[in-house]
């Protein structure tokens, strides 16, 4: 059976949060959930709400870092910027991805030919 | 490092909980805000919108319950909650937490206060470098211990063995300060210049022995401890150097040692530790150095890899060959080597692991009384847990709740344990002369606190865990039901069995303490030989110049004796050169006419002791036959000697002592005739037989060491400073010292003894007390329990007594259980107190009948009182109630 459509693989939301910080900056937690949205184009179906236990452990680990601020419509809303370590671990974690990738291709590839 | 990061941050979430949840309501509640704004653009209603954005969002508690276990430590969270909530309960209930306290306090504290003397004196480590590698080395005789050897001995074992990294040799030294205000007489040792490199002892100012030191002409060299130091010398900084007179002797100090350094060889019962040192200058030439001149005492530090048991056969092998090479100088020919804390503490080892059992009894009983109060609780309970059963609390969590309870209540228990404990030292002080080795270790340190806290942790679990497991047993539906009125746990076979396991238990300990308070008495009324009360011990050193001979030392004993005689209330008084129990042994050959062996150290040896007339009379020592010594004795008339009972019996079976011919100490000595057999007086112990004896009359002989004995018709303390001047009063400059009645000599004696019955009295008086508590609440319980069933009986026509008689009948059905199987357990114990039982078995019938009898007695009381409660009990209430 069919995983349902666009459920988020474990591990793979911390990598998607880290991309979008390092794509556009400090951003709020609702920024995110929409840029996540908007980039995937609807094809995963995020519960906006399990972003925040995934920040939180982002931020316990020091990949990331939070502040107050107003956000454009003057609201007080939570920052989340990427750390000099979160680069870091982007870094590694995109290339390890990568690799993973690249051998899954190779796998499924060659099962199609035969 | 990372984990240490995200548990510190979860550490803190832990405490900012009310802040950081507000956050995160605010958090949130703009992130929805946020969307709802969206939706409202995108067209929809506002309530609409909000629906959406709810959807979107998904389970917003879910999120936050996520988050919160994220945050935090979900677990430490939980347990506060636990214990916050345990703590409230206990606030309801302050009887119960109050008996549970204290029952837990009482064991915890005794068994925190006997971990403290063993943590002390056994765990504690020696002071020495590398302490397992050393050793002490002795000739072998026949008390299981290295005896002593000589220089000549002693200088062969160095030059043959390969065992030892160094050998080192130490002899007693008393040396007496003549300090102009105040003469004092120290406690010392002379030894050889390694001896402070074998122990692994730096010392703290100035230098150590020299070989250069270390010769006879040249030996008048001394290191001082840092307490003699700052007593005796205010802490003079320039003090290396300086020179100080020792009995007389010009003596330069050249060190003192650090002030940790403890000293463990105490040369007296009485005497604290060693406070001088001297070195101890021998060569062969000396009369002192002979192999037959065995005074000294040897410490050997072995080399690493070499066993005690391969040092031992070396030296061994070495002194049977000395003993061929020199066959008339050598008894036995055989060599001991024996670690250095066996030796320190051997005697205490085995009572140190007594009292930790039996201090274990009582905590074990302590945990059975509180699962019993437990068990009583729990049925009140039920409706409680019923509750939160029904609400989902799970098995696990419902046990993790009720020990979280118990453990709350073990460390309350613990933290007043450990004020009981901290007295600890204020105990062992009620025992006159401890005898045990290092006491002043005992104190409270981490070990003992982390102890207490472990053994308190135990107990909470220990205790709490059969009940917990039974509350989850619960039946739901009746407990809710019935509302806490009856009960579906019973528990009555458990609480019966943990009951007879605890009076199982208190049985052995009384047994144990009756044992040795029985010993005890048997010990005290062993005849000494002598009558210590109402007599005065006091010592004085005749050193100097002044009584470097025999006469001007014969004329101050006798114008001591004298003065001492006129004071009003004396009624008698002597000297000797060594006192029963005394602490210094001197003993010597008896070679006599007519049973002399080929090989002189073959000869009988025996206890010598040089006294003057009078002494007999004044120690109360009993003259069986013939005279004693009078001062007409002397030098130009007939020399005399006096034996003990034991020295005629085993030197002439069957023929008569006196008027026979005995050369003391060496066989070509001119020989001596026994005038007079006086009897057996215990020198050591009141538990061993006493040996042979022989007195000589001081004017006939030489001595350096004197004690005064006087007997007084009052207490001994009265006359003390009265006899101390009169004795001062003939030579000012010679200090008088260690003035004690003769009955704490013998009291040191008993010591130990004394403090196993103390120790083991209380926690037997402490089980007793817990069981009765036990069978109290056991019958209490049972009555209100079968309150419904007794107003049945009675209306049925039961006569009250009738009733009585069958509560009674149940707790003494339990104490005789509880009996019953203690004196079981107790034969399979009592073994390993016959190391300090004296005089008795330790299946003795009587103790035992004496211990059971207490017991049940307390039992019988203890359910006498609940019972008499059915007495009041009103039928048509107790049918009604329900």
Redesign the interface.
């Known amino acids: 059976m069919a995983p349902p459509r666009g459920e988020v693989l474990q591990g793979t939301l911390d990598l998607i949060v880290l991309q979008t910080l390092h794509a556009m900056g400090p951003l709020h937690g609702y920024g995110i959930a929409q840029r996540v949205q908007q980039v995937s184009e609807d094809l995963m179906k995020l519960n906006q709400g399990t972003l925040y236990p995934a920040l939180l452990r982002l931020e316990q680990r020091g990949w990331i870092s939070s502040k107050w601020g107003s956000s454009e419509n003057n609201r007080k809303a939570k920052f989340y910027s990427l750390t000099r370590a979160g680069r870091t671990q982007l870094l590694a974690e995109t290339e390890s991805w990568e690799r993973m990738t690249a051998l899954m291709a190779r796998f499924l590839g060659g099962t199609e030919g035969a | 490092m ?1 984990w240490l ?2 548990l510190g ?2 550490w803190r979430g832990l405490f900012l909980k009310q802040k950081l949840d507000g ?2 309501d ?3 509640r ?2 929805l ?3 709802v ?2 939706n409202v653009r995108k067209g929809l209603t506002p309530e609409e919108a909000r629906h959406a954005a709810r959807r ?5 508690e ?2 936050k319950e ?2 919160r ?3 935090s430590l979900p677990f430490l969270e939980t347990l506060l909650q636990d214990l916050r909530y345990a703590l409230r309960m206990l606030k309801k209930s302050p009887g119960f937490a109050v008996v549970a306290v204290l029952t837990l306090a009482l064991g915890i504290g005794a068994n925190t206060a006997v971990f403290s003397i063993v943590n002390g004196v056994l765990l504690h480590p020696l002071p020495f470098a590398n302490a397992d590698r050393l050793v002490v080395v002795g000739e072998s005789e026949d008390q299981g211990k290295p005896s002593t050897t000589s220089f000549a001995t002693f200088e062969d074992w160095k030059t043959r063995s390969k065992s030892f990294e160094d050998l080192t040799l130490y002899r007693q030294w008393q040396p007496t300060l003549m300090a102009p205000d105040e003469p004092e007489q120290l406690i010392g040792l002379r030894v050889t210049n390694n001896y402070f490199p074998t122990l692994g002892i730096r010392i703290a100012a100035g230098r150590d022995f020299t070989p250069g030191d270390d010769q006879p002409a040249t030996r008048f060299v001394a290191i001082l401890s840092h307490a003699l130091w700052q007593r005796r010398f205010k802490s003079d900084p320039a003090i290396v150097g300086k020179a100080i007179n020792l009995s007389g002797v010009s003596f330069t100090v050249v060190g003192v040692l650090p002030a940790n350094y403890e000293s463990l060889i105490a040369t007296d019962l009485r005497a604290s530790g060693v406070e001088i040192w001297g070195a101890l200058g021998y060569d062969a030439t000396l009369p002192d150095a002979c192999r037959t001149c065995r005074h000294l005492r040897g410490i050997g530090r072995l080399r690493s890899g070499v066993t005690v048991g391969q040092a031992d056969a070396e030296l061994n092998s070495i002194t049977h060959q000395l003993s061929k090479e020199h066959p008339t100088e050598f008894s036995s020919g055989g060599a001991m080597v024996m670690p250095v804390y066996q030796e320190l503490l051997g005697g205490v080892i085995g009572t140190l692991y007594v009292l930790l059992g039996a201090v274990g009894f009582v905590l074990l009983i302590a945990c059975a009384n509180l699962a019993n109060l437990l068990l009583a609780r729990a049925t009140h309970r039920e409706r409680e847990m019923a509750i939160r059963a029904a609400l989902g609390a799970g098995r696990a969590r419902i046990i993790r709740q009720v020990l979280v309870e118990n453990c709350s209540l073990a460390m309350a228990g613990g933290l007043v344990g450990l004020l009981l404990a901290n007295w600890m030292p204020e105990i062992l002080s009620l025992v006159p002369a401890m005898n045990l080795p290092r006491l002043d270790q005992v104190r409270l340190d981490w070990h003992v606190l982390g102890f207490a806290f472990a053994i308190a942790l135990l107990t909470g679990i220990l205790s709490g865990i059969v009940p917990a497991i039974r509350m989850t047993k619960i039946n739901l539906q009746t407990a809710l039901q019935q509302g806490g009125r009856g009960s579906s746990l019973g528990g009555g076979g458990m609480r019966s069995f943990l009951v007879v396991s605890e009076i199982a238990l208190s049985l052995t300990l009384l047994l144990g303490a009756g044992l040795l308070l029985r010993s005890l008495v048997r010990l005290v009324n062993v005849r000494s030989g002598f009558e210590p009360a109402h007599l005065l011990t006091l010592r004085v050193s005749p050193v100097g110049a002044r009584y470097a001979k025999d006469e001007p030392v014969r004329d101050y004993i006798a114008r001591a004796n004298e003065r001492i005689r006129s004071i009003p209330g004396v009624l008698a008084s002597g000297s000797s050169s060594q006192i029963p129990f005394g602490g210094n042994f001197d003993q010597t050959w008896l070679h006599v006419d007519g049973k002399m062996n080929a090989n002189p150290a073959l000869d009988p040896s025996a206890e010598r002791y040089i006294i003057s007339e009078g002494y007999l009379e004044a120690m109360g020592i009993h003259l069986v036959r013939g005279r004693d010594f009078t001062r007409h004795d002397r030098e130009t008339t007939e020399q005399v000697m006096i034996v003990n009972e034991t020295a005629a019996r085993e030197i002439w079976p069957g023929a008569d002592p006196i008027g026979q011919h005995v050369h003391v100490g060496d066989s070509k000595s001119p020989p001596r005739t026994v005038v007079g057999i006086v009897d057996d007086v215990h020198h050591y112990t009141l538990d061993a037989a006493p040996t042979m004896q022989f007195y000589l009359p001081v004017l006939q002989t030489d001595t350096s060491d004197l004690v005064f004995a006087v007997r007084c018709a009052c207490e001994p303390s009265q006359i003390a400073n009265t006899v101390g001047r009169a004795i001062r009063s003939v030579d000012e400059t010679l200090p008088v010292y260690r003035v004690t009645p003769m009955s704490e000599y013998v009291a040191a004696t008993t010591a130990d003894r004394r403090l196993a019955l103390i120790l083991l009295g209380s926690f037997a008086a402490i089980a007793l007390l817990l069981s009765v508590v036990g069978i109290y609440g056991v019958t209490e319980y049972s009555v209100a329990q079968r309150a419904r069933e007794i107003g049945i009986r009675m209306a049925l026509g039961a006569e009250r007594k009738e009733v009585f008689g069958l509560m009674l009948r149940q707790g003494l059905m339990l104490s005789s259980a509880g009996v019953a199987l203690g004196t079981i357990f107790s034969f399979t114990l009592t073994g390993f107190l016959r190391g300090l039982v004296f005089g008795i078995a330790v299946t003795d019938p009587l103790t035992l009948l004496c211990a059971a009898a207490i017991l049940s007695a307390a039992a019988l009381l203890a359910c006498w009182v609940p019972s008499r409660k059915v007495m009041s009990v009103d039928p048509i209430m107790a049918l009604r109630h329900d």
């Open positions: 990372e990061r995200v941050l979860r956050e995160l605010a958090e949130l703009t992130h805000d946020m969307l704004e969206e979107q969002f998904g389970g917003l879910q999120t996520l988050y276990d994220q945050r």
